[in-house]
């Protein structure tokens, strides 16, 4: 095999296929071999994003390359969030030798909380970035039974990130004392054939000693209806609430989609941002919709009076309803 530009190897080998996966090698296979090949020509690793193949049984994965340019640089977050996150992961990665001195598994587990739009996905990808980490996007709706899990959990890498998002959504994993309703949780409850007993101990036990560098990640917009034991320290070790956006971070995002670091503007929309309820996602969309940087910040500006007068407008028809 020879790529334009490369010098042609001379070694080789041959795979034999039955004729009924055709398809696949020739769309698939191939194509993984060639990006590998180019990966290793230029010495650098193409990182991979895995979801699961529905149409198959077992543990199944497909890949796609993953080029998200989240870095920790461009996500607006809180600095000091942000630094401490960062010297989290670096200890990790430092500490294998640590993990084997105490017993423990070498895994670390994160849980990302907070209200749609506050940048979990895009965390996750820098994440992945910052260590240069595979992803493996779980979607627990697609487990059908307790082995299946097992078997999907397993085959996953080293050095990969395992992902769960919005978590909550599952009814196994919620606290049973949140759910109200018996018919609606029995119900819930006989929808899927694992439990969160099986998931606990994929996490704990088989999927965490089978590897190394295991990165384990769940998202939630609603942390309070989560089952407690899926948040203890060994499984879920650092909690990190994504809020809403804050003068720090609309800063980053300023800079990223605008190229400034101070603006007349800013000042008026410190103020604004610290009093609303607004996602970096939201103001992102808003710095979009100019490039010059006067026309975008003054939507900016327009858009968080919108939402200030909204949610004035909620505070007092509560304070009325509370008087009645």
């Not at 820098?126 to 299946?148: G, H, K, Q, R, T």
């Not at 909550?168 to 949140?178: I, L, Q």
């Not at 980053?252 to 609303?276: M, W």
Request: aromatic letters at 8%; glycine letters at 4%; charged letters at 30%.
């Amino acid at each position: 095999m020879m790529l334009q530009g490369q010098t042609p190897s001379k070694s080789s080998y041959q795979i034999t296929f039955d004729n009924k996966y055709r398809g696949r090698v020739q769309n698939d296979y191939l194509n993984h071999v060639l990006n590998t090949y180019e990966a290793l020509m230029h010495g650098e690793k193409v990182l991979k994003l895995y979801t699961r193949l529905d149409r198959y049984e077992g543990e199944r994965w497909k890949s796609v390359d993953f080029r998200h340019p989240a870095t920790f640089d461009t996500i607006a977050m809180d600095l000091e969030l942000k630094k401490a996150i960062v010297d989290d992961l670096d200890k990790f990665l430092a500490r294998k030798d640590f993990y084997r001195r105490v017993g423990r598994a070498w895994k670390r587990g994160y849980l990302l909380y907070g209200p749609p739009g506050t940048g979990k996905s895009s965390l996750i990808a820098a994440m992945a970035n910052y260590l240069n980490f595979d992803i493996y996007d779980l979607d627990l709706s697609s487990i059908s039974s307790s082995v299946e899990l097992r078997k999907v959990m397993l085959s996953t890498t080293n050095r990969s990130i395992l992902v769960v998002e919005d978590i909550d959504c599952n009814s196994e994993v919620r606290d049973r004392s949140k759910i109200e309703d018996e018919e609606q949780l029995q119900a819930k409850k006989h929808a899927k054939s694992f439990t969160l007993s099986t998931l606990l101990n994929c996490i704990d036990g088989l999927w965490s000693s089978s590897g190394e560098a295991r990165i384990i990640v769940f998202t939630t917009n609603h942390r309070e209806i989560l089952d407690p034991a899926l948040l203890r320290p060994g499984r879920m070790d650092m909690h990190i609430h994504m809020s809403y956006c804050t003068t720090q971070g609309f800063r980053v995002l300023a800079f990223n989609y605008l190229g400034i670091r101070d603006h007349k503007f800013y000042q008026e929309i410190d103020g604004l941002v610290e009093s609303t309820k607004v996602t970096p996602a939201s103001l992102a969309e808003e710095l979009m919709k100019s490039d010059d940087a006067n026309v975008a910040l003054r939507e900016v500006v327009n858009f968080l009076k919108r939402k200030k007068g909204e949610e004035d407008q909620i505070e007092e028809e509560n304070k009325r309803q509370r008087t009645v």
